[in-house]
């Protein structure tokens, strides 16, 4: 069974940092692109950051310049730096793998990041 475990959420003051962190396994991790989602509650969930099987990366406007996405591939993981966090940062992070060869994907149980003014 394919598992996706995010770690590093937490409660941070506005300013501060921090690292998520998500191990996969049962899956051939080099083929897929990962992503960072987030769910903020009574929002929709949106795609903050992504990364290919060949290392390129995405932002989404709002995270530029603080939020930095790398991966692994011989541990099977993948993490996001997050700086200068906001209190619209706060939501619930998802860590996704996708195959987009053939839109398999999978998804994480989330872990809480709040960002306190």
């Known amino acids: 069974q394919v598992q996706l475990v995010e770690s590093g959420g937490g409660l941070v003051q506005t300013g501060g940092s921090l690292r998520l962190s998500c191990a996969a396994s049962?899956?051939?991790?080099?083929?897929?692109?990962m992503r960072w989602y987030r769910q903020a509650p009574g929002k929709q969930r949106e795609l903050v950051a992504s990364?290919?099987?060949?290392?390129?990366?995405d932002y989404a406007d709002s995270v530029k310049d603080r939020f930095t996405i790398s991966r692994d591939n011989a541990e099977n993981t993948v993490a996001l730096q997050m700086n200068s966090l906001k209190p619209e940062d706060t939501a619930v992070y998802y860590c996704?793998?996708?195959?987009?060869?053939?839109?398999?994907?999978?998804w994480g149980q989330g872990t809480q990041v709040t960002v306190s003014s």
């Open positions: 996704n793998a996708i195959w987009l060869r053939t839109g398999r994907q999978y």
């Open positions: 049962r899956i051939t991790f080099s083929v897929y692109a």
């Open positions: 990364i290919g099987y060949d290392g390129g990366r």
